[in-house]
């Protein structure tokens, strides 16, 4: 369960960081080379077929924050 809230804060976090720099979906998407509608699905909590963890190092590149922050409350 604890595994599950952790992936529910990373989802939510994606979400308000790309807001935070005031970054479309289809932008954000195009920085982490993913469509946007895998973007959409992450933000909504749900982890879409084929993805890969690659995208949490992505991601911490784009908000240049630790990995293991993407996984904390902001």
């Known amino acids: 369960m604890e595994a599950y809230n952790e992936f529910l804060i990373f989802c939510k976090n994606i979400r308000t960081l790309r807001g935070r ?8 998407a195009k920085i982490l080379h993913v469509s946007v509608k895998t973007l959409s699905m992450l933000e909504s909590g749900v982890f879409p077929p084929h993805t890969s ?16 922050d993407l996984f904390s409350l902001l």
């Open 21 to 28: 720099r005031d970054l479309t979906e289809r932008e954000m």
């Open 53 to 68: 963890a690659n995208i949490i190092f992505r991601l911490s590149r784009a908000f240049q924050i630790p990995p293991k």
